[in-house]
């Protein structure tokens, strides 16, 4: 433009940079910039010595991205008064702030504000500091960087200046109220916050609660941010420091050893061993105990005392929030008691259904008793008594909670402690068995009025309340056994079942006596015997009429469990130990990016053709009209509708239809009509035009998904992340810890770090091998902006589906919805996810989703009747930020397979993946399962088991046979056998508790055998056993069994003589085994040679060395195994002859040939 122009309008020369940039010349926008820069500081000067230094080797002029972050660094860096005049500079502040919002990050400016605010901290500093930063902080480029973030928050937690606090607290809640829920603002609110501000503190609390907590926020990011920086305080005590607990560092002190008492809590939190062994150690003084509750009683009194139940303070806000995450205190029981008390209110603030006089009513009532425990000097017990009963009240009716308060008034602490032993389970159980409050309300009010006249009012209570429970179970239910106390367990159960049974699919009189049936198992303790196959009587629990339908069911469960000895290829004795053992609850816990762009997008995909489930819509004529749209698509159904409507509206117009149309018209006629509809215009207008548009909607966005082709453009990333040999041994000679699975990590920072890898190591590679590493991370990230660009234009389209049921009364449709939007909505971040193998009915209940759903009215969840059975596993899977609730579960069964190779036997095989469907969720629900399934394998080891990963499963994960194979591979490596993919044929058995919902091989209700691809996971000692000696263990077993039993077939083996443990008298032959697992391992050998030669056991006498004292292991060695392994291992040691030749009968038959040599059968 010339100077000219630049003198005529007189433009600035601090915002000439900005213009340049906007016009794209970024070489006059450098010099502009450094033309400013000049006006302050003395740039050249720097640069000169940057360049003494051998940090800078070019002109101002030539600067690029790394020498202008060589300078900032410099500038920002100095703690002389040169870097504060910099800062303080307004000119300079401006430039540094245009070019850090200008830039966004292609110069990684913001990398210095950590390292620059640790040596600028004046109040005019931090102020300028904020002036520069704040812009970009509140941007999504600001998370990028976790560590320098939480340098910052550390390096300002618990600043004494209250303006810079107040900094802090606004940037945290501005994150907050502009959707950022994320660690950093609560890092910056707990870096502001001080509890000496007892008023700063008091509005902190308030506005977390009701911007936080009442947006239905999950706690337990806040919870992560203040126990973190108080866990990390502990760390870094000195070992020679004071580790005391006092009136200062109690709450500090008191987090840190509720985190202690879990090892999982303790790793989670990242507290060290040597804090946990200096905290047990200081609690193990009363004083501690003491101060640390009487520090958290003090602040509870304290709040009571004003006005403003939002006003809790933000310090005291953190106990109950903790307590609320982990469960519980360990052993100090009331600290835990008074704390989840607490917690229990909070929730009732957070509460946006609780009416606002009952939260002020409650809030009064317990100021008032705090009042008169302090003033009556109650004990700790009492009080803790009075906390867990009102917890329990309040989060049971908030409402009913004002009538437990009168009743509470009147109690003595002798009469609150029996109260809470003796009546309160039983009013806790009657109102769930209620539908409503009000009788309880009453009972309660008339136990107030003479609670302190009648000495004989408990015991009466008591037995009215059990009378009344046992009729209302047996009226519900059917149940005529119920235990004398209800346990929180217990009430669980009733809760669960009871919502399930209100919400049961197609109820009828033989599925409402079977849910009766496992409640009535639940309430008394039975459910994990009944799974595990023990013996049940229906009459025993339930009235003649429900006992005879469940009677019945109990006889065909027995015929058809597929679990038998014949099939697994074990002894029959062994069964039952085998079944018991099948139901023990596995877990496993693996930490991971859960949600990065490849496997958020297939997740998106994989629930949008959820969409496609007919069985999600529940009325006849949706599901007829999204099948007419699946069918014929919604652009072919909209065309041909529109002609149909145009024909009968006006039928003078002719309007044509094309030989394409044809079906199309039959299906819309055919939908009518079995709908009992005419074929009508306005008929067509309202079903077909007006009132099909959701579901066009739906089709229309699947159709999009298909255009892009979604799916394909995720397995290219995939391939291009796998990276070559050459390239995974670049990076190791760089130092980095690469290997080919390097790919699978969180995708966008490890680019990042991978360019600034490249560039660091410029100086250690060859040019072909700069190229090639360059060539690698450009074409990942060339795929990632077209996944980022699809994934995009999907979520836009998605907003229409929201749009299009936004008023829905379709309770599925509104889930699925809602876990769309959760995956759209969460943030990519690394977190735990805990995955547990589970027979629980409540965990059931409780987690399943989808159709299946217990909580609603899922399509077809009475097919959930079916885990009363001994081969049916729930998979469920939590993030670590989830108390209830999942994130993904899916089915697994245990089934007879018949394998390639004509092999068969008994397998896992698990079902397609509901929720977040990732290849992290499927690779730890497989893992949990292979905890099972190791544990089987080593108490039995050549049972005929394996896993099966079907390709139901894979394809929700977005994974694909070779794919899942090498992540099996990576993280098992020899410690499996893989079987390639292929047709396995599964054998599901029919229940006797109605059908399954299997979606793996056809039809979803279908019992019986069906043809799956997939592959199998087995153990590599397995195979090499089953190859190397077929079934010997088995025959052990089997052999052994028949001794045990005194069997004739026992005399194949050795002469039917009398055991002689002491001699003579009494036993089996099988007291072999007895004897091995009582003798030093030394000496197995000489006893199996002695019951070779002699037909019987040894006596005392004849062998001392083989009987240590009854009771004691051997004195300096170990006993031997009892296991029919261990002798058939003893028995392939060749016959030595015994030290003690001991006379006695010999065996006058030759032995069978099986037991020579080198095998024992």
Request: charged residues 25%; glycine residues 6%.
């Amino acid at each position: 433009l010339g100077k000219d122009f630049i003198a005529a309008f007189a433009i600035p020369v601090q915002n000439l940079h900005n213009f340049y940039y906007l016009t794209g010349d970024a070489v006059r926008a450098r010099a502009a910039l450094l033309t400013k820069l000049q006006g302050s500081i003395d740039k050249l000067a720097i640069i000169e010595t940057l360049k003494t230094q051998g940090q800078l080797d070019v002109d101002a002029e030539e600067f690029g991205v790394e020498e202008e972050r060589t300078y900032w660094r410099y500038v920002l860096g100095d703690s002389s008064e040169r870097g504060r005049k910099v800062l303080l500079d307004g000119s300079v502040r401006g430039t540094l702030r245009s070019r850090i919002i200008e830039t966004q990050g292609t110069i990684d400016i913001r990398q210095l504000f950590a390292e620059y605010v640790v040596v600028h901290t004046t109040q005019a500093e931090i102020a300028a500091t904020w002036s520069v930063f704040e812009p970009v902080m509140t941007e999504e480029l600001w998370s990028a960087l976790p560590e320098e973030t939480a340098r910052f928050w550390r390096f300002y937690a618990g600043h004494p200046d209250p303006s810079v606090r107040t900094i802090l607290n606004e940037f945290g809640m501005k994150l907050l109220e502009e959707g950022q829920r994320d660690i950093d603002a609560f890092e910056a609110i707990m870096a502001g916050a001080a509890p000496s501000d007892r008023q700063a503190d008091a509005s902190l609390g308030k506005r977390i609660i009701e911007l936080v907590l009442k947006s239905g926020f999950n706690k337990i990011q806040l919870i992560h941010a203040l126990v973190f920086q108080q866990v990390r305080l502990i760390n870094e005590t000195p070992p020679d420091a004071s580790f005391v607990v006092t009136v200062q560092n109690w709450r500090q002190m008191l987090h840190g050893i509720i985190v202690a008492q879990d090892p999982d809590d303790a790793q989670s939190y990242q507290l060290t061993e040597a804090a946990v062994t200096r905290l047990k150690a200081a609690y193990e003084k009363a004083e501690a105990k003491d101060v640390s509750l009487g520090g958290l009683q003090s602040e509870w009194d304290a709040y009571l005392a004003q006005d403003d139940p939002y006003a809790m303070p933000l310090s005291l806000l953190q106990t109950p929030l903790l307590l609320d995450l982990v469960g519980n205190a360990g052993f100090l029981t009331h600290v835990e008691s008074l704390g989840l008390f607490m917690n229990s209110f909070v929730d009732v603030l957070a509460s946006v259904t609780t009416d606002e006089q009952v939260k002020r009513d409650i809030f009064v009532g317990m100021r008032q008793m705090e009042e008169r425990f302090t003033r009556e000097r109650w004990s700790r017990e009492a009080r803790s008594d009075y906390y867990n009963i009102s917890r329990s009240v309040i989060q049971a009716d908030p409402d009913l909670f004002g009538n437990f308060l009168s009743l509470f008034r009147v109690l003595t602490p002798a009469q609150m402690r029996q109260f809470a032993r003796e009546l309160y389970p039983l009013y806790r159980t009657q109102l769930t068995l209620m539908a409503d409050a009000a009788s309880l309300r009453e009972r309660v009010g008339q136990f107030t009025s003479v609670v302190s006249t009648d000495p004989e009012v408990f015991a009466r209570e008591r037995a009215e309340l059990l009378t009344d429970i046992k009729q209302r179970f047996k009226d519900g239910f059917g149940i005529i056994k119920t235990p004398d106390s209800f346990t929180p367990e217990h009430i669980r159960s009733i809760l669960n079942i009871s919502l399930y049974l209100a919400n049961l699919r197609g109820r009828t009189p033989e599925k409402e006596a079977t849910l009766g049936f496992y409640l009535a198992l639940m309430i008394n303790d039975q459910w994990d015997s009944y799974r595990g196959g023990g013996t049940v009587v229906a009459q025993d629990y339930l009235v003649p009429e429900k006992a005879r339908i469940v009677g019945t069911m109990l006889e065909k469960r027995q015929q058809n469990s597929p679990i038998t000895a014949v099939r697994l290829g074990i002894a029959e004795g062994k069964l039952e130990a085998f079944i018991r053992l099948l139901q023990k609850r596995s877990s496993s816990v693996v930490v991971g990016d859960v949600e990065t762009i490849d496997v958020k997008l297939a997740n998106i995909v994989v629930n949008l053709r959820r969409l496609e489930d007919l069985d999600l819509y529940e009325r006849a004529l949706d599901k007829d009209r999204m099948r007419v749209l699946l069918t014929y698509g919604a652009k072919a159904v909209g065309r041909v509708t529109a002609k149909l409507y145009q024909s009968l509206a006006t039928p003078a117009k002719g309007i044509a239809f094309t030989p394409e149309d044809g079906p199309v018209r039959q299906a819309i006629a055919q939908v009518l009509e079995e709908n009992n509809m005419d074929l009508t215009a306005p008929t067509v207008k309202e079903v077909f035009q007006d009132g099909i548009k959701p579901f066009a909607t739906v089709v229309n966005v699947l159709q999009y998904v298909e255009d892009t082709r979604a799916e394909e453009a995720i397995s290219e990333l995939r391939k291009r992340l796998e990276p070559s040999d050459k390239i995974v041994a670049i990076f190791n000679r760089l130092g980095e810890d690469f290997t080919p699975s390097s790919g699978a990590l969180a995708i966008s920072q490890d680019l990042n770090y991978l360019d600034s890898i490249i560039v660091k190591s410029e100086s250690e590679l060859s040019i072909d091998e700069r190229a090639l590493l360059t060539e690698y991370v450009q074409h990942i990230r060339e795929q990632l902006i077209a996944l980022q660009g699809i994934y995009d234009r999907v979520r836009e389209r998605f907003v229409a589906i929201q749009q299009s049921y936004a008023h829905t009364d379709n309770l599925q449709v509104q889930d699925a919805l809602k876990e769309i939007e959760k995956i759209i909505n969460v943030r990519t971040t690394q977190q735990a996810v805990t995955t547990t193998v589970t027979t629980n009915l409540n965990e059931v209940v409780e987690n399943i989703r989808a159709c299946l759903a217990c909580t609603r009215e899922g399509g077809n969840n009475d097919t959930n009747l079916t885990f009363g059975d001994t081969n049916k596993f729930f998979v469920f899977s939590q993030s670590e930020t989830q108390q209830k609730g999942s994130i993904a579960d899916e089915i697994v069964f245990f089934v007879p397979v018949s394998l390639p190779g004509e092999k068969e036997g008994m397998a896992f095989v698990f079902d397609r993946i509901y929720g977040t469907n990732t290849p992290t969720i499927l690779l730890n629900h497989i893992d949990a399962v292979m905890k099972k399934y190791r544990a089987l394998r080593e108490q039995f080891p050549t049972a005929k088991v394996s896993i099966v990963v079907t390709q139901a499963a894979m394809s929700t994960a977005g994974l694909d046979s070779q794919q899942l194979e090498k992540r099996l591979t990576q993280r098992y490596g020899n410690g499996i056998v893989l079987g390639e993919p292929a047709y396995i044929e599964v054998d599901v058995n029919e229940s006797a508790t109605g059908d399954h919902y299997i979606e793996f091989g056809g039809d979803g209700r279908r019992a019986g055998k069906r043809q799956v691809t997939g592959i199998t996971l087995d153990l590599p000692e397995t195979v090499q056993a089953q190859k190397a000696r077929p079934n010997v263990l088995e025959q052990i077993e089997a052999g052994i069994k028949e001794l045990d039993d005194c069997q004739p077939q026992a005399s194949l083996f050795v002469s039917p003589v009398y055991a002689a443990g002491e001699g003579g008298g009494g036993g089996c032959q099988s007291e072999i085994l007895r004897l091995l697992a009582r003798a030093p391992a030394q000496f197995v050998r000489e006893i199996i040679a002695f019951w070779k030669t002699h037909g019987r056991l040894p006596t005392r006498a004849e062998f001392p060395e083989a009987f240590p004292a009854r009771g004691d292991a051997p004195e300096g060695g170990k006993v031997a195994p009892s296991s029919a392994a261990a002798v058939g291992q003893a028995e392939r040691i060749p016959v030595q002859p015994p030290e003690h030749q001991p006379a006695g009968p010999k065996r006058t038959e030759t032995l069978p040939e099986c037991v020579t040599g080198d095998t024992l059968l």
